[in-house]
């Protein structure tokens, strides 16, 4: 009998150790600065509406990530689902894609199934929690997909008549390491610095009618799921060329701050391999 | 063609006795096979677009929920496995449930020294302030323990329980291992014989419960470790019952108490912490009940960035009443685990038959009283050292989040006439309970909630019953502005059918457009172990909670079927 009490109490023991009293919660800047040659940008989707009052600060997460990784973070601002519908009388512009409303339906990530705000980091799951995270994930999730191994290589190139607004672009690719999976390649057009109506719980009344909004979506060049990049067996040093050409951008883009984001994908596990972003002019 | 057909119903009867005989062989207690039971439920709904009531397109057109548990049993053995199927899962619920497969398995020995489990595990220690997962089909709530359970009784009266293991996840599990160890110690039963036998049942215990998660965060230190620990008291005597349990978590950072300033995320590193007493007293013809609870921090996850019902360790216990009628459900209440301070009283009395009051078959009463509220945070300055962020005292309480004041009354009038009174008055803070931010731009919702249920029994197991219920409120916000006027009317000719008719009816939506009638015809077969219920009409849009927990539903229009069946 006294046996199994003192077992008992040397589990109840072993328990008490486990928990970790954190008098230090910010960690120090590292000074590790990546030397590598070869970098894997990091594709980064905030899923968001402008009726979500939520949304905003995860908004501010995604711009942060954007600019504290110096280049090698890519955002895409997603409006789409629920929050993201019109609301007249004060949320009457749309900025959802059908592009958008395919990669956030049932079909595709869900996300506004799950729930705004949301997003995605290379569209692959980080430490377990599931591919779509809440924004307190992206930090986590963006400085281990920054350490992912790269795979390949993208380098957009482009010709833009702004009379005619046609837009003609070339995407290159170059692996450098062999890929047993088929690798899609997916092309779409972003804005940046959209002036117009969104809801921000934080501020009383709830409507900012002058909210900035960055990284939009805008369209989709190649369709929702894109194009084939390669398919497998992809050898080191293969190398593919795309072009899409006649493009039309829409009158109502801003075309000073739109920018084209290629990314490549596995077509199988749907993660994101590379992505690149280059401004229309 | 009369030979035919009693032929063939011959054969079916045949096959149908042949199987219901081979199940009830299976189904008894029987030494030497064991016994297996089960139930199934199966819902399905076709969905039609209605843009008026906000009815979206559902691509599939029809969607369905199934589950079928099999358990099976043998002496000291037992196991278990529950099969689940989404197709796709049905609005209103967490799209991650989507396709199908087993999702819970477990066996389970049990003999006097030991009891030992392997698979899914529900179990909970105390009130589950630490510690309790749990199932519930209706929510698609489900955050069982995958791993390893063993309980011990060293002495009589006393309990060792141990489990470690991680949390079901929708299809998988999620990322933290949970580790938990309770004891219990009923002390009238360990002193047994030495005590007499009107000493009171004092029950006391302790838990500890602990995650891991890895910290990968480039900007913080994370606790990988997040322990919990609390202690409880259960005295009981006669119709007198006290319980109270504290509890204590250590620092926690978690999404539930992060925030974002300038995109720059802040969580709080404060300890958490949640105290539970509940005391009820009750004699014949009479009862008390008073609970009360302070709980603050405590959203408790194997998943630091887990949200809505995901991945929650504990469970925290409910301090208001949950109605069953829709008007006084109409705006539910939902625990709130980053701070609330709830209290409810309740008072049932039951007036003698043969008195004034009480009539021919006496008459019951219930008066019940709950608030909610939140806790008043106090700022504390250091978002660049402890991080603690905030702090709150006992004694101080915030705004009001939820209250309800209701008066019950049942009372059987003849044989054939019963009837049931409610009304109740209720305060619904809509942008907290709801949207979870104090600025979410709804007005609060105070309202006046009658129900009037009359049943008519014409024959021994045939009756009609008269439901009309109102919803008295000036809501200005959409969606379900205004108040709401509900009719319902059920026949039930036999014990095997019934058919009703509801109309719920938002008469004073302060937009004409919105003033809807949502008519929604039932009827329902039940027979033995099997329940057939086929609903045409509109659902509104709404709310729908069980034990504080809660999601919100899509308003609906489209023809449901339900079945459910058990061995």
């Given at each position: 009998?006294?046996?199994?009490?003192?077992?008992?109490?040397?589990?109840?023991?072993?328990?008490?150790?486990?928990c970790d009293k954190i008098s230090n919660p910010i960690q120090?800047?590292?000074?590790?600065?990546?030397?590598?040659?070869?970098?894997?940008?990091?594709?980064?989707?905030?899923?968001?509406?402008?009726?979500?009052?939520?949304?905003?600060?995860?908004?501010?997460?995604?711009?942060?990530?954007?600019?504290?990784?110096?280049?090698?973070?890519?955002?895409?601002?997603?409006?789409?689902?629920?929050?993201?519908?019109?609301?007249?009388?004060?949320?009457?512009?749309?900025?959802?894609?059908?592009?958008?409303?395919?990669?956030?339906?049932?079909?595709?990530?869900?996300?506004?199934?799950?729930?705004?705000?949301?997003?995605?980091?290379?569209?692959?799951?980080?430490?377990?929690?599931?591919?779509?995270?809440k924004e307190t994930k992206?930090p986590t999730?963006?400085?281990?997909?920054?350490?992912?191994?790269?795979?390949?290589?993208?380098?957009?190139?482009?010709?833009?008549?702004?009379?005619?607004?046609?837009?003609?672009?070339?995407?290159?690719?170059?692996?450098?390491?062999?890929?047993?999976?088929?690798?899609?390649?997916?092309?779409?057009?972003?804005?940046?610095?959209?002036?117009?109506?969104?809801?921000?719980?934080?501020?009383?009344?709830?409507?900012?009618?002058?909210?900035?909004?960055?990284?939009?979506?805008?369209?989709?060049?190649?369709?929702?799921?894109?194009?084939?990049?390669?398919?497998?067996?992809?050898?080191?040093?293969?190398?593919?060329?795309?072009?899409?050409?006649?493009?039309?951008?829409?009158?109502?883009?801003?075309?000073?701050?739109?920018?084209?984001?290629?990314?490549?994908?596995?077509?199988?596990?749907?993660?994101?391999?590379?992505?690149?972003?280059?401004?229309?002019? | 063609?009369?030979?035919?057909?009693?032929?063939?119903?011959?054969?079916?009867?045949?096959?149908?006795?042949?199987?219901?005989?081979?199940?009830?062989?299976?189904?008894?207690?029987?030494?030497?096979?064991?016994?297996?039971?089960?139930?199934?439920?199966?819902?399905?709904?076709?969905?039609?677009?209605?843009?008026?009531?906000?009815?979206?397109?559902?691509?599939?057109?029809?969607?369905?929920?199934?589950?079928?548990?099999?358990?099976?049993?043998?002496?000291?053995?037992?196991?278990?496995?529950?099969?689940?199927?989404?197709?796709?899962?049905?609005?209103?619920?967490?799209?991650?449930?989507?396709?199908?497969?087993?999702?819970?398995?477990?066996?389970?020995?049990?003999?006097?020294?030991?009891?030992?489990?392997?698979?899914?595990?529900?179990?909970?220690?105390?009130?589950?302030?630490?510690?309790?997962?749990?199932?519930?089909?209706?929510?698609?709530?489900?955050?069982?323990?995958?791993?390893?359970?063993?309980?011990?009784?060293?002495?009589?009266?006393?309990?060792?329980?141990?489990?470690?293991?991680?949390?079901?996840?929708?299809?998988?599990?999620?990322?933290g291992?949970?580790?938990?160890?309770?004891?219990?110690?009923?002390?009238?039963?360990?002193?047994?014989?030495?005590?007499?036998?009107?000493?009171?049942?004092?029950?006391?215990?302790?838990?500890?419960?602990?995650k891991y998660q890895p910290d990968q965060d480039p900007n913080f230190n994370l606790p990988e470790n997040v322990g919990s620990?609390?202690?409880?008291?259960?005295?009981?005597?006669?119709?007198?019952?006290?319980?109270?349990?504290?509890?204590?978590k250590e620092n926690d950072p978690s999404a539930n108490n992060s925030s974002v300033?300038?995109?720059k995320t802040y969580y709080s590193y404060k300890f958490g912490?949640?105290?539970?007493?509940?005391?009820?007293?009750?004699?014949?013809?009479?009862?008390?009940?008073?609970?009360?609870?302070?709980?603050?921090n405590m959203s408790y996850r194997s998943d630091r960035d887990a949200t809505?019902?995901?991945?929650?360790?504990?469970?925290?216990?409910?301090?208001?009443?949950?109605?069953?009628?829709?008007?006084?459900?109409?705006?539910?209440?939902?625990?709130?685990p980053a701070?609330?301070?709830?209290?409810?009283?309740?008072?049932?009395?039951?007036?003698?038959?043969?008195?004034?009051?009480?009539?021919?078959?006496?008459?019951?009463?219930?008066?019940?009283?709950?608030?909610?509220?939140?806790?008043?945070?106090?700022?504390v300055?250091d978002s660049?050292t402890t991080m603690t962020l905030y702090?709150?005292?006992?004694?101080?309480?915030?705004?009001?989040?939820?209250?309800?004041?209701?008066?019950?009354?049942?009372?059987?009038?003849?044989?054939?006439?019963?009837?049931?009174?409610?009304?109740?008055?209720?305060?619904?803070?809509?942008?907290?309970?709801?949207?979870?931010?104090?600025?979410?731009?709804?007005?609060?919702?105070?309202?006046?909630?009658?129900?009037?249920?009359?049943?008519?029994?014409?024959?021994?197991?045939?009756?009609?019953?008269?439901?009309?219920?109102?919803?008295?409120?000036?809501?200005?916000?959409?969606?379900?502005?205004?108040?709401?006027?509900?009719?319902?009317?059920?026949?039930?000719?036999?014990?095997?059918?019934?058919?009703?008719?509801?109309?719920?009816?938002?008469?004073?939506?302060?937009?004409?457009?919105?003033?809807?009638?949502?008519?929604?015809?039932?009827?329902?077969?039940?027979?033995?172990?099997?329940?057939?219920?086929?609903?045409?009409?509109?659902?509104?849009?709404?709310?729908?909670?069980?034990?504080?927990?809660?999601?919100?539903?899509?308003?609906?229009?489209?023809?449901?079927?339900?079945?459910?069946?058990?061995?």
């Open positions: 009998m006294k046996i199994k009490l003192v077992t008992g109490l040397f589990i109840l023991g072993v328990f008490m150790t486990a120090n800047a590292s000074n590790s600065v990546d030397t590598a040659t070869y970098v894997r940008k990091v594709l980064l989707e905030d899923y968001t509406g402008h009726f979500c009052g939520n949304c905003p600060p995860a908004a501010e997460v995604a711009s942060q990530l954007v600019e504290s990784n110096h280049g090698k973070v890519i955002a895409i601002a997603v409006h789409a689902g629920f929050y993201a519908k019109l609301y007249p009388p004060d949320y009457v512009t749309s900025f959802t894609t059908a592009v958008g409303n395919d990669w956030d339906g049932t079909q595709g990530f869900n996300v506004s199934g799950i729930g705004n705000p949301n997003g995605m980091v290379n569209r692959k799951s980080y430490g377990g929690s599931g591919v779509v995270q992206w999730s963006v400085s281990l997909a920054l350490q992912d191994q790269y795979v390949l290589g993208l380098t957009i190139s482009k010709t833009y008549n702004a009379s005619s607004r046609i837009l003609n672009s070339t995407v290159k690719a170059k692996f450098k390491i062999a890929y047993s999976n088929n690798v899609k390649l997916n092309l779409v057009l972003v804005e940046d610095s959209i002036i117009s109506e969104q809801k921000d719980y934080r501020k009383n009344p709830d409507l900012v009618t002058n909210y900035l909004f960055m990284h939009l979506l805008r369209a989709g060049i190649n369709g929702s799921w894109g194009s084939t990049l390669k398919d497998a067996p992809i050898a080191a040093k293969d190398s593919v060329s795309l072009d899409f050409n006649n493009f039309a951008v829409d009158s109502k883009f801003n075309d000073n701050h739109l920018y084209l984001v290629a990314f490549a994908y596995d077509a199988s596990t749907k993660e994101i391999l590379q992505a690149e972003k280059l401004k229309i002019r | 063609m009369f030979l035919k057909t009693f032929k063939s119903s011959l054969k079916a009867t045949f096959l149908v006795l042949g199987l219901s005989l081979s199940f009830s062989v299976l189904a008894q207690e029987n030494p030497d096979y064991g016994s297996i039971h089960g139930n199934y439920q199966i819902d399905a709904q076709y969905y039609k677009p209605d843009s008026l009531i906000g009815a979206p397109v559902v691509p599939e057109k029809m969607l369905s929920n199934a589950y079928g548990i099999i358990n099976y049993s043998r002496g000291k053995f037992s196991a278990g496995v529950r099969y689940e199927a989404y197709n796709n899962v049905m609005q209103g619920f967490d799209t991650r449930y989507k396709g199908q497969g087993i999702t819970n398995r477990f066996a389970r020995y049990q003999d006097k020294l030991l009891d030992i489990t392997i698979g899914n595990i529900y179990d909970q220690f105390g009130s589950g302030l630490l510690f309790r997962t749990y199932y519930e089909p209706g929510l698609l709530y489900d955050n069982s323990l995958d791993g390893v359970r063993v309980i011990s009784n060293p002495y009589k009266g006393l309990t060792f329980k141990g489990l470690v293991g991680k949390q079901r996840s929708f299809f998988t599990v999620g990322p291992i949970v580790r938990g160890f309770d004891g219990e110690m009923n002390l009238k039963e360990m002193l047994d014989s030495a005590v007499s036998s009107d000493f009171p049942t004092i029950i006391l215990g302790g838990s500890f419960v602990s620990y609390g202690g409880r008291l259960n005295i009981i005597k006669g119709g007198f019952n006290f319980f109270a349990e504290y509890v204590y300033v300038n995109g912490d949640g105290i539970f007493v509940s005391t009820s007293y009750a004699i014949q013809g009479l009862s008390f009940l008073l609970q009360v609870k302070r709980i603050d809505l019902q995901n991945l929650m360790i504990n469970y925290l216990p409910a301090t208001t009443k949950q109605h069953t009628y829709l008007m006084p459900a109409f705006f539910p209440y939902a625990t709130q701070g609330e301070f709830g209290t409810m009283g309740e008072i049932q009395y039951k007036i003698k038959k043969g008195t004034l009051l009480g009539g021919k078959y006496g008459t019951e009463i219930t008066l019940n009283y709950s608030q909610a509220n939140g806790l008043k945070q106090i700022h300055d660049t702090k709150t005292n006992y004694g101080e309480i915030g705004n009001l989040y939820y209250h309800d004041a209701f008066i019950e009354i049942n009372k059987k009038f003849t044989k054939q006439w019963k009837g049931t009174f409610m009304y109740a008055n209720q305060f619904y803070n809509r942008n907290i309970v709801q949207f979870g931010s104090p600025n979410a731009g709804y007005a609060n919702i105070l309202s006046n909630i009658v129900v009037l249920d009359l049943t008519y029994k014409y024959k021994s197991n045939s009756s009609i019953r008269l439901e009309t219920q109102g919803f008295f409120s000036d809501n200005p916000s959409n969606p379900n502005a205004g108040s709401w006027l509900t009719g319902m009317l059920e026949w039930s000719p036999s014990t095997h059918w019934f058919v009703a008719i509801l109309d719920q009816y938002n008469y004073s939506n302060p937009s004409d457009a919105l003033q809807f009638h949502y008519y929604l015809g039932t009827a329902g077969y039940t027979s033995g172990p099997h329940r057939i219920t086929l609903s045409v009409g509109k659902q509104r849009a709404g709310i729908f909670c069980v034990g504080g927990v809660c999601r919100n539903v899509p308003a609906s229009n489209g023809v449901a079927i339900s079945i459910t069946s058990s061995f």
